[in-house]
C-alpha cells in the first residue's frame, strides 16, 4: 500500500513563527503535492513537485514555500505564520506509473494564535 | 465560475437509502474523473476512478459520467452509517487535481 507520512499531525504556533511541515512517501513517486483545506473551500492547491529540487505554484502559494531535495520528502514552509494560515494540510503524491492516482497523507492541523 | 461546484450538503439519510451524490464542471476537455472518501479527520482516500463518459460500478458504489451535461455522480446502494463521510469530487488535469467543495453525508442507523 502506499503509504503518505505527515509527522506532524496537530500544531499550535505564534503570529510570526516559521513552521515545518514534513511530508515523506514510501512509493518512489515522481508527484508531490501539498493541499490545504478549509471549511466552505475545499482542498486548494498550495504547491506541487515533480521532481527533485524542482516547485510549481498552485492556486493559493502566498505565504509558502517548499523544499525537496529528496524523491521522497516534501516540505511546505510557512515563512511568517498568519492566523489566516490556520487550517488542515495535506500532502500528496503520485506517479505515472500508477496512473496518476493521487494518494494522500492524514493530514497536518495547524493553528496559529 | 468554478471549475467544479458541488453542493456541500450536508445531506442525512437512513440506513439502507439509495444515495446520489452530484458534481458539475465546466470544462468539456477534462477526462479523468474521481471520487475521494474523507472521514473526519483523515486524509482523503480514492473510491472510485472515471475516465470518459459511462458508469462504473464496486460493490455498493457507481460512478457515472455525463460528459454532455458535464455532470458526474456517485451512486451509494443500501447505505451503511460507514458510508457516513465527506465525498469529493475531483477531476484531473494535467497531473493536478481540482476539488469539488465536498458534500457531507450522514447515514443514521
Known amino acids: 500500500d502506499v503509504k503518505v507520512t505527515q509527522s506532524s499531525r496537530y500544531l499550535v504556533k505564534r503570529t510570526g513563527e516559521k513552521v515545518f511541515l514534513e511530508c515523506v512517501q514510501d512509493?518512489?513517486?515522481?508527484?508531490m503535492f501539498w493541499y490545504r483545506q478549509d471549511p466552505g473551500l475545499g482542498l486548494r492547491l498550495i504547491y506541487f513537485?515533480?521532481?527533485?529540487?524542482?516547485?510549481e505554484k498552485g492556486d493559493i502559494p502566498e505565504g509558502y514555500s517548499v523544499s525537496r531535495e529528496k524523491k521522497e520528502r516534501f516540505s511546505l514552509i510557512l515563512e511568517s505564520a498568519s492566523t489566516n494560515q490556520t487550517s488542515m494540510y495535506l500532502c500528496?503524491?503520485?506517479?505515472?506509473?500508477?496512473?496518476?492516482?493521487?494518494?494522500f497523507g492524514e493530514g497536518s492541523w495547524l493553528t496559529v494564535v | 465560475q468554478k471549475e467544479v461546484e458541488q453542493d456541500p450538503g450536508p445531506l442525512s439519510v437512513p440506513e439502507g437509502a439509495i444515495v446520489s451524490l452530484n458534481c458539475t464542471y465546466s470544462?468539456?476537455?477534462?477526462?479523468?474523473f474521481m471520487w475521494y472518501r474523507q472521514y473526519s479527520r483523515k486524509g482523503p482516500e480514492l473510491l472510485m476512478y472515471?475516465?470518459?463518459?459511462g458508469n462504473k460500478e464496486d460493490g455498493r458504489f457507481t460512478a457515472q459520467v455525463d460528459k454532455s451535461s458535464k455532470y458526474i455522480s456517485l451512486f451509494i446502494r443500501d447505505s451503511q452509517p460507514s458510508d457516513s463521510a465527506t465525498y469529493l469530487c475531483?477531476?484531473?488535469?494535467?497531473?493536478?487535481?481540482?476539488f469539488g467543495q465536498g458534500t457531507t453525508l450522514q447515514v443514521k442507523p
Open positions: 500528496a503524491s503520485s506517479s505515472p506509473d500508477s496512473g496518476n492516482t493521487i494518494y
Open positions: 512509493m518512489d513517486h515522481e508527484n
Open positions: 513537485s515533480y521532481d527533485v529540487k524542482m516547485k
Open positions: 470544462n468539456s476537455a477534462f477526462q479523468y
Open positions: 472515471t475516465y470518459s463518459s
Open positions: 475531483a477531476i484531473r488535469n494535467t497531473g493536478k487535481l481540482i
